[in-house]
Structure formats: C-alpha cells, structure tokens
C-alpha cells in the first residue's frame, strides 16, 4: 500500500522549482469566527500587504516596549506599549483577530500547520512575551511561604484558579487562538457528551491506561463546558463518567485502577480530581464524599503502598515518563481532597511525590534536552511533569523546584521542536498507547515558565493545541513567529542519544529534513530499538525512510529486559534489522554500544520570512563512528550531510567488516530498481524520491524485500506484526572493506537532472563544512 502519504502543504509547490515557488495563497489562513467573512476576501487579494498593515499596528501597540524586538513598525523604546490605553488595547486585539491563525492539514493524517507564503519580513517578528494590557492579572495568590500541603483558600485550586476563569472570557474574545481551542473543546465535549461512558477494556500489560487517559480527557472537556456555561448539564454527563469509573461494572471491587499497572491508577485520580476541584460547588455534600471514599480506596490508598513497599519500581529515581505520571496524578488527587478529608492520607503523598519527582521525573530530560525514552514517550512525561509543575503552582505558589532543579529542564522544548519534522516525529523506539490526554500542551506552559515564546509559538500551531490546559497555560502576549531566528539545524550530544536534526525550512510542508542518531542501546527505560545509526528522511510532504514504530506492547517479555539476548530483540520492530541502519552478520547490535560523534553546520537560520532563500553553501553534517555497535567488524561509521543548498542528502558509511554487510532503510514507497542496480526510484503518490549508489563498490547493487524477519532469526515468544506496505531497500555485500555513498535526490518541482549535484568523495574523517563544496 503505497497510499497517499504526501499532503502536507501539497497545495503549494516546491520552494526548489521555478515561477512562483511557494504555495498558493488559498493555503494560508484560517480566521475566527467574528473576522471570517473579511480575511476570506482578503486572502484573495494577497495576503501579505495586508499583514504588513496589520502587524505595523500590532508591533507598534504591544512590541513598542522591547528594546531587543526588531524595529520595523515599532515604536522604539517607549515603554508604555498598549497598557492602560483601552482604545490601544482593542485595536491590538481587533488586529489579532484578523491575522487569524494558521489552518491545518486535514488532507493527511500528519495534521501539520500550513504556514502562509510571505517574503513580508515585517509581518513576523523575534519570539517575545510583548508588555501588553492583554494577558492574565497577576494571581491574588501571593504566599510568603509556600508549602505543599497549605493551599488556595477557593476553589479550583488546580491548574486553573478562579481569577483565570473570570478572566478568560476576555481573552477568548481578542486571541484568535483561545477563540478557536475554546471552540474545539466545546465541540469535543459535546461529542463526548453523547458517547456512552468509557467501557473498561483490561489491555493485556497495557492495562486499563487507554480508559484512564480517554475518562480524563473527556472529564478535562465536561468540567470546563461547565464552567464556561454554568450549564449543570455537564455536571450530570461528568458524574454519569464517574460513577462509571468508580461503579461496580468497572474492573474489580479490590483494585478497580489497576494499581499493577499504576499509571492507570494514577491517570484515573487525576481525572477524578480535576472533576471533584472544578466542579467542587456544584457537588452534593454525598458527592464529595463519594468521590473521595473512591479516589482514596482506588488511587490515593495504593499510592501509599507504591512508596512503602517494594510495589512502586517507577519511584527509585525512574528518569522517564512512570515517575512523572504516577506522582502527577497522586499530587493532583491529594491536592483536590487536601482539608476536606481529614485521615492524613494526602499530606502523606504530597511527602513523598513532590520529593520524588524532583529525583526522577525533572531528571527525564538530559542535559541537552533530548527525553530518556523516545520522542513520542516525551508526550507522556512532559504532560505528567507540566500537570503536576501547574498543579503545585495554581494550588500551593510554589513548583518546589520541579521546573528548575533540573537547569537543563527547559531544553526539553528545544529537543521537541527539533524531533518535530515536516511531516512527523523523528519517532525512534516505541510510540507508547494511545495518547488521549497527553500532547504537546507542555510547550505551552514551559514557553511562559522558562521565557521561551518560540515553545509557545511553535506549539499553539498544532493540530493537539486545542485543549483545556491549553487555556489556561497559554500566555497571550506572546507575540512573533517560532521560526524567527530558529537555526535550521542542531545536535544532541549527550551519550545517550547522540543524534541530528538538519532541515530546510521551519514553514514549508515540503521542506527537506533529516534526523539520525547513534547514543546508547540501553538505560533508555526498555522503549528504544537496537537502532545506532537510523534515520528518518522527510521531503516533498512525505516521509521517505521511515520507522515501524511499537510492536505489540502484549508480546511476551516485550518490556522485561535490555540485555543482549532478551526476547524484546527478537522482534522484528526492535531488532537491528527492523532500523535504517547499517547490519552486520544479519545480527542484533550490541546493547552496549558506545558510539562517538562529530558534526558541524553552516549555522543557517530562518529569518521572519517563511520564504527561505537559501545560501548554495549552506549545509550541516553529522558523522559517528558506531564500531562499537557491532560484533565481528574492525570499523563502522556513518556520516550524513546535506548538500546543493539543502536539496539533496548524502549517507556515507565506511566499513570494515569479517562479516556480511547489508545497508538498509524502510520505505511506504514504491520502489523500482534500474537495470544497473545501482539507483532506484521511489514514489510515494505523486511524488519521487531518486536514490543513487555513487561509486559502487564490485558487486553492490539495491534489492528489496518485505519488510520481515530472517529465517536464520531466533524465533520470538510470538510472531511479528506485519508491517503492510513497507519495502525495505537493501545492499548487500559479503564481508569486506566498503565505503557506500547513498546519494538522496528529492525530485522537487520544476527541478531538472542538471539542477542536483554528485559529491565528490571525501573520507568521513575529512568531512567539514567546506569538503564538498
Ligand atoms: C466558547 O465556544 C462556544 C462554542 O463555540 C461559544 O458558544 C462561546 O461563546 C465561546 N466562549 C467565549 C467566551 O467566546
Ligand atoms: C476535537 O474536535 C476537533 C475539531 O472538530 C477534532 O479535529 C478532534 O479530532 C476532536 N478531538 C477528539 C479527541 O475527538
Ligand atoms: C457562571 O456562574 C458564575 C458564578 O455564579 C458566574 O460568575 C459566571 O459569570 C457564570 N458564567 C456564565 C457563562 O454565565
Ligand atoms: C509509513 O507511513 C506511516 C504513516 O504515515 C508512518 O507512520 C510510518 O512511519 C511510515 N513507514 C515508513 C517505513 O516510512
Ligand atoms: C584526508 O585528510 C588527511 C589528513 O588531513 C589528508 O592527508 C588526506 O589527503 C585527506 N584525504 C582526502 C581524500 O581528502
């Protein structure tokens, strides 16, 4: 099935091709309600002049007060912005209006922003948190000595305090993203509204976590309805939810949130205690009760045992998502019931989380931001850690250290925005369940706590923005664009990860990207792949070398162990033959592989423009040399560099092996071989990709074959899921000494043979920014 995988930004065509190289203007905005009717017309008479307008009026509003924000259209220093000036202050939010936000894709299911074409470089400015009339008060809540246990005196006291609520209104009408999540939500909710409550579904291993996440998110939906409503029809739809998950059909009167499996304990308290705190005036006396008696039997009561029995593995300084989770959700359920029930159960969680989670949870970045786990898990733990960071802050004043015992805490937005291609995550390792509750809205937050508008910026475009905690986090002086100076390029360079993020462009759906990594094949939680040396390759709106993903989380010993011959690497999707790596011997790498890097970048950056012009010199690559990752070799390294102004990639990798080699690299193309052997086509839609062996070494020619197991494999506990539509490109060569240089040409449009080059070739050790000039 080589389906339509190509959409994003398909409308346009390629920035590489000639005439007018960006998308049409139909794809740039969408706009809220109330301005609908005039940008519709406006985006047919040209866009950009408009916005010139428009953000002169914006900048000289609200950025008039940055000395550091860029000039055009500003004020210059003058320091009083929009601020006590109503008449400012509506012309600011009237231009927000109009500007609108930016649609999304739904011609694909990567749901990626469209980002309209427009060399206007006023139209979008430095990332900044302007001074303007337009944002949250400062919180009445001021303690001089904040501890975890003396909260909020009113109601909700979690995440979202009452002076927010009665601000929020206000703000939905003159930000058009707060007007469109808001819109969402109340969509979503009623959606909701007329499902039957969550059935319980026991998931093998997985356990009850995808009901847990889906009874939170609906809940999150219902309570803020309510409150945006006073429509007490939701507070029935929320108890109808909680009587379901805390009746008797569901689960088992003993142990009902699966404390065996306890992020599913945890997911559940924190769904119950955003319903008990948010709806809290709305609640019958008996009602209270009940919720709590259910928290506390169910959630609160096993959480003790996680921290005095051997029970809780995830609390011994876990640095992954587990820690962040399970004391997420026990902190947001003691700090609900925290003066209402009076056995002391909740002072005594909130002693052991909030410690806990600065030993494991803060420590789930690395120091150069990347997550312990995979790019998707990040999803998972970044939403515990901002859930209870928010938490702790709206109900106590304090986030205890959380946001910065760790200093490099706050990289983990830089590592996001990075993972984040074209079309899709680099996703290496396991993709974890369902998401449900868990997105991307930590960027938010983490944009407003550690001053990094761009976080905000580049999270507020997405297609998960659209929710409640987005409300409430959301900083609306933010004001520019992500891209604004964003370098097109960087490298994580901790041990553990090691990996590379090159592209050409932060805005253009079709823009080239690249990602590779070696690091380590362990203390990565059981959730990464035997994978030194894969890639992901993105260009044209499609992704070209790709991952499989999870296998079944249920197979047999799937997460208990690391070591060399665990049956984890026995399955396909967690084998070395299952990556877009280098394999020796049709054998596993060595999980203790520990590889060296070096890589280096012309330091491109995208300016305000989303129309990049990009220098013929600019490039970036990344060498490693992943020796150590084999059995039977004397040498292996692998290098990738980006060529011809960002058009074209090289992969390199020079071996030395006594063992047969097979270079290999998972597609959803098609793929067809030309008579030489040495290149191929693939296509994907309308799209090609063109692939060539340059100096082939006797003999080396590209095959295919389905993506599947060796009959020489050892056999796992239980077969492997099929992996449909997947060709996995291969050359295979027999023990020996090899340099392969895989040239990658995008067949951008317009573009002809004669606008791509053929590198020169340059051993990997003499690679540098100019050797191929
Ligand atoms: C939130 O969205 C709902 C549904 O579209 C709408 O009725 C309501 O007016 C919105 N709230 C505000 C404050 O605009
Ligand atoms: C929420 O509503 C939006 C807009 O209709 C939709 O795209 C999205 O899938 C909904 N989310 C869920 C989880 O149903
Ligand atoms: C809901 O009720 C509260 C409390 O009485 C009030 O402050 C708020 O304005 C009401 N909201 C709406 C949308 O009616
Ligand atoms: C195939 O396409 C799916 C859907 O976009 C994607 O998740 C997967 O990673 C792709 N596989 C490969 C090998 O590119
Ligand atoms: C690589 O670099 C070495 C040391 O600088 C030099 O002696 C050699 O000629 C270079 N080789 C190539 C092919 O550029």
């Given at each position: 099935?080589a ?8 409308a346009g065509?390629s920035p590489?091709g000639?005439?007018d190289?960006y ?5 740039g ?7 609908k009717k005039?940008?519709?017309?406006w985006v047919k008479?040209?866009v950009?002049?408009?916005i ?5 009026a914006v900048?000289g ?8 924000s860029?000039s055009?259209?500003?004020k210059?220093s ?6 006590g000036?109503?008449?400012a202050a509506?012309?600011v939010?009237?231009?927000?209006l109009?500007i609108?936000?930016?649609a999304t ?6 749901l990626m922003?469209i980002?309209?074409s427009t060399t206007?470089?006023a139209?979008f400015t430095?990332?900044?948190f302007?001074k303007s009339?337009?944002t949250w008060?400062k ?8 501890g975890?246990?003396?909260?909020r005196p ?6 979202a305090p009452?002076y ?6 206000n703000l ?5 993203y707060l007007?469109g999540?808001?819109?969402t939500i109340?969509?979503?909710a ?5 499902l039957?409550?969550v059935k319980y ?7 009850i976590l995808d009901n ?10 219902f309570a803020y309805?309510?409150?945006m ?9 929320t108890w109808a ?12 009167d003993?142990?009902?949130?699966n404390?065996?499996?306890?992020l ?5 308290t924190a769904?119950f ?7 809290y005036?709305q ?5 209270k ?5 259910t928290?506390?039997?169910y959630g609160?009561?096993p959480?003790?045992e996680q921290?005095t029995t ?5 609390k011994n300084?876990i640095?992954?998502?587990?820690n962040c989770v399970c004391?997420s959700?026990?902190?947001?359920g003691?700090l609900?019931i925290l003066g209402d ?6 002072e005594q969680?909130l002693g052991y989380?909030?410690?806990?989670a600065l030993?494991g949870?803060?420590q789930?970045?690395?120091d150069?931001?990347?997550w312990?786990e ?13 859930e209870m960071?928010s938490?702790?802050l709206?109900?106590?004043g304090s986030?205890?250290g959380l ?7 706050y990289?983990t937005?830089?590592y996001?925005m990075?993972?984040?291609g074209p079309t899709?995550l680099?996703?290496y390792?396991d993709?974890?369940p369902?998401?449900?509750s868990?997105t991307?809205?930590?960027?938010i937050l983490?944009g407003?706590q550690?001053n990094h508008p761009?976080f ?5 475009e997405?297609?998960d923005?659209a929710e409640p905690?987005?409300m409430f986090?959301?900083?609306p002086?933010?004001?520019?664009a ?11 360079d ?9 592209r050409s ?5 079709n823009?080239?990207y690249v990602?590779v990594?070696?690091?380590k094949?362990?203390?990565l939680q059981?959730?990464n792949?035997l994978?030194?040396g894969?890639?992901v390759l993105d260009a044209?709106g499609?992704r070209?070398a790709?991952?499989?993903g ?12 690391g070591?060399?011959d ?7 999707r967690?084998?070395t ?7 020796i011997n049709?054998?596993?790498?060595n999980v ?13 950056s995208q300016?305000?423009?989303?129309v ?5 010199d600019?490039?970036a ?8 990752a084999?059995f039977?070799?004397s040498s292996?390294k692998?290098g990738v ?7 074209q990639?090289l992969?390199?990798d020079?071996?030395?092996?006594q063992?047969?080699v ?9 793929v067809?071989?030309?008579d030489?052997?040495t ?6 839609g309308d799209?090609?990709?063109?692939v060539?062996?340059?100096s082939p070494?006797?003999g080396?020619?590209f095959?295919?074959?389905d ?6 494999d050892?056999t ?8 449909p539509?997947v060709?996995?490109l ?6 020996g000494?090899?340099?392969?240089q895989?040239l990658?040409?995008?067949?951008w449009?317009g573009?002809?043979?004669?606008d ?9 050790d003499?690679w540098s920014?100019?050797s191929h000039?």
């Amino acid at each position: 099935m080589a389906a339509n995988y190509n959409a994003v930004g398909a409308a346009g065509s390629s920035p590489y091709g000639s005439g007018d190289p960006y998308y049409n203007e139909s794809t740039g905005f969408i706009t809220p309600q109330t301005a609908k009717k005039r940008t519709n017309n406006w985006v047919k008479i040209g866009v950009p002049v408009l916005i010139i307008v428009i953000i002169g009026a914006v900048v000289g509003g609200v950025l008039g007060s940055r000395s550091s924000s860029k000039s055009e259209g500003s004020k210059g220093s003058s320091s009083s912005g929009s601020k006590g000036d109503p008449a400012a202050a509506s012309s600011v939010a009237s231009a927000k209006l109009e500007i609108g936000r930016f649609a999304t894709a739904t011609n694909s299911e990567y749901l990626m922003p469209i980002y309209p074409s427009t060399t206007n470089t006023a139209a979008f400015t430095s990332p900044t948190f302007a001074k303007s009339a337009l944002t949250w008060p400062k919180d009445p809540f001021q303690p001089s000595n904040p501890g975890p246990t003396k909260v909020r005196p009113e109601r909700p006291r979690l995440i979202a305090p009452q002076y927010k609520w009665q601000t929020l209104p206000n703000l939905i009408k003159s930000d058009p993203y707060l007007q469109g999540w808001n819109a969402t939500i109340f969509g979503n909710a009623t959606q909701y509204y007329n499902l039957q409550p969550v059935k319980y579904f026991l998931d093998g291993d997985s356990g009850i976590l995808d009901n847990a996440r889906e009874v939170k998110m609906r809940i999150k939906a219902f309570a803020y309805t309510f409150l945006m409503t006073n429509d007490t029809k939701w507070v029935d739809r929320t108890w109808a939810e909680l009587q379901n998950a805390g009746g008797p059909q569901f689960g088992h009167d003993d142990d009902k949130w699966n404390s065996k499996h306890f992020l599913d304990t945890a997911e559940f308290t924190a769904a119950f205690a955003i319903a008990y705190d948010w709806l809290y005036p709305q609640w019958s006396d008996a009602q209270k009760t009940s919720i709590r008696a259910t928290m506390i039997k169910y959630g609160l009561q096993p959480g003790v045992e996680q921290f005095t029995t051997s029970a809780g593995w995830w609390k011994n300084k876990i640095t992954g998502n587990w820690n962040c989770v399970c004391n997420s959700g026990l902190t947001l359920g003691s700090l609900a019931i925290l003066g209402d029930d009076t056995s002391g159960i909740a002072e005594q969680l909130l002693g052991y989380t909030v410690p806990n989670a600065l030993e494991g949870c803060a420590q789930a970045t690395v120091d150069d931001g990347t997550w312990a786990e995979t790019a998707n898990y990040w999803y998972f733990g970044s939403t515990g850690h901002a859930e209870m960071s928010s938490a702790l802050l709206t109900a106590t004043g304090s986030h205890f250290g959380l946001l910065d015992v760790n200093s490099n805490f706050y990289k983990t937005g830089i590592y996001h925005m990075y993972a984040s291609g074209p079309t899709s995550l680099f996703d290496y390792g396991d993709h974890g369940p369902n998401k449900f509750s868990a997105t991307a809205n930590s960027m938010i937050l983490y944009g407003d706590q550690y001053n990094h508008p761009e976080f905000t910026l580049f999270q507020r475009e997405q297609h998960d923005a659209a929710e409640p905690w987005s409300m409430f986090w959301y900083n609306p002086a933010v004001s520019g664009a992500f891209w604004d100076g964003a370098p097109l390029d960087h490298f994580f360079d901790n041990d553990l990860d090691q990996w590379a993020s090159m592209r050409s462009s932060w805005t253009d759906g079709n823009a080239l990207y690249v990602a590779v990594k070696a690091g380590k094949n362990d203390g990565l939680q059981t959730h990464n792949d035997l994978d030194v040396g894969d890639f992901v390759l993105d260009a044209l709106g499609t992704r070209w070398a790709g991952e499989l993903g999870s296998a079944d989380y249920r197979s047999p010993n799937y997460f208990s162990s690391g070591a060399q011959d665990a049956d984890r690497w026995k399955y396909y999707r967690k084998m070395t033959e299952g990556q877009n790596t280098i394999l020796i011997n049709k054998a596993n790498q060595n999980v203790l592989a520990a590889p060296t890097v070096k890589h280096a970048s012309s330091g491109t950056s995208q300016g305000s423009s989303t129309v990049l012009d990009i220098p013929k010199d600019s490039t970036a690559y990344w060498t490693a040399d992943i020796t150590s990752a084999y059995f039977g070799v004397s040498s292996v390294k692998r290098g990738v560099r980006l060529l011809n102004g960002r058009k074209q990639v090289l992969i390199q990798d020079e071996i030395a092996s006594q063992q047969e080699v097979q270079w290999r690299m998972h597609t959803n193309a098609t793929v067809s071989i030309a008579d030489s052997g040495t290149s191929a086509t693939l296509t994907i839609g309308d799209k090609k990709l063109e692939v060539a062996l340059l100096s082939p070494p006797d003999g080396a020619k590209f095959t295919t074959s389905d993506a599947v197991r060796f009959l020489s494999d050892p056999t796992p506990p239980v077969a492997d899921q099929p992996n449909p539509g997947v060709t996995v490109l291969i050359i295979s060569l027999p023990a020996g000494t090899y340099n392969l240089q895989v040239l990658f040409n995008p067949q951008w449009s317009g573009s002809s043979a004669s606008d791509f080059v053929t590198p020169p070739s340059v051993p990997l050790d003499n690679w540098s920014l100019d050797s191929h000039k």
